[in-house]
């Protein structure tokens, strides 16, 4: 009987060691989404100053997409790219700085400060902006599905 009773707690101290391991490497993940993230929005901040390539932007954005702007602006999918397409959105530099990235499932806050240097429809500017961005895995991809940008001085 005693046999039986130190098997019985060998295999249950390893079945603890084992769902333990597990739960560390469940809660490891989050880290290797948010650096996926973090390429995302780089590959977004890249894609908005040389927006030549529309595919490039279209594959980043959802088709749900909410764009907001500073100003109150919000724009759709189609118009956030045919904006910054024809040029009537237009950054010559895009600076992301104290960026920070929370995972929570399948979506992701991102949270930045947006200092850029335009030519919106060949009118020089400077703009500085707090930015929230959201993010959702769709299809085993990251991609942008909301966004706001409130002004502040730098």
């Excluded at 060998?10 to 996926?36: F, H, K, N, R």
């Excluded at 703009?127 to 991609?143: A, E, T």
Aim: hydrophobic share 45%; charged share 20%; glycine share 6%.
């Amino acid at each position: 009987m005693f046999k039986k009773w130190m098997y019985f707690c060998c295999a249950l101290v390893c079945s603890m060691l084992i769902a333990q391991g597990a739960v560390a490497a469940t809660a490891a993940a989050p880290a290797g989404d948010e650096q996926t993230v973090a390429e995302q929005v780089e590959k977004l901040r890249a894609a908005m100053v040389h927006p030549g390539d529309r595919t490039v932007l279209e594959q980043l954005v959802m088709d749900e997409l909410s764009y907001g702007h500073s100003n109150g602006k919000v724009q759709n999918k189609a118009e956030f790219i045919g904006a910054l397409v024809s040029g009537t959105s237009d950054f010559t530099s895009i600076a992301l700085s104290d960026q920070s990235i929370k995972v929570v499932g399948d979506a992701a806050t991102v949270r930045h400060t947006f200092v850029a240097v335009t030519n919106d429809s060949s009118n020089a500017g400077n703009v500085s902006l707090k930015i929230l961005m959201v993010w959702k895995k769709q299809d085993g991809h990251w991609r942008l599905l909301a966004r706001q940008a409130v002004r502040f001085s730098a």
